[in-house]
């Protein structure tokens, strides 16, 4: 079974970059078919996705990130990340780490960022 871990600062300034990693274990980044996607919800507001990274390493991305976003992949400590350039109070959310394996989804715990100056 697949088990994600996220880790990140916790809180981030206006017009920096917040950076994500996502620990996977139970599973490899490079497995067929498995894709491992960033998602957030910020408070109030329902599930956004945000990117995801392919087995294969393949990329693709919300059209309303896709200028600010950056998600990336560590194949040797089985890891992938997100960079999230020029934050806003907007990027207040909880971010989740989520898997699929061609059959199920699996999704970290959350973990909360927040923008404070």
């Known amino acids: 079974q697949v088990q994600l871990q996220e880790s990140g600062p916790g809180l981030v300034k206006p017009s920096q970059t917040l950076s994500l990693t996502c620990t996977v274990s139970?599973?490899?980044?490079?497995?067929?078919?498995?894709?491992w996607s960033w998602i957030r919800r910020p408070p109030g507001k329902g599930l956004e996705w945000m990117a995801v990274i392919a087995y294969d390493g393949s990329t693709y991305y919300s059209p309303s990130l896709k200028s600010r976003a950056s998600i990336s992949r560590g194949t040797s400590k089985n890891q992938f990340a997100l960079h999230l350039s020029s934050v806003t109070p907007e990027d207040t959310a909880v971010y989740y780490c989520n898997a699929f394996t061609g059959r199920s989804w699996y999704w970290g715990q959350g973990t909360q960022v927040t923008l404070s100056s």
């Open positions: 139970g599973g490899s980044i490079t497995d067929s078919y498995y894709a």
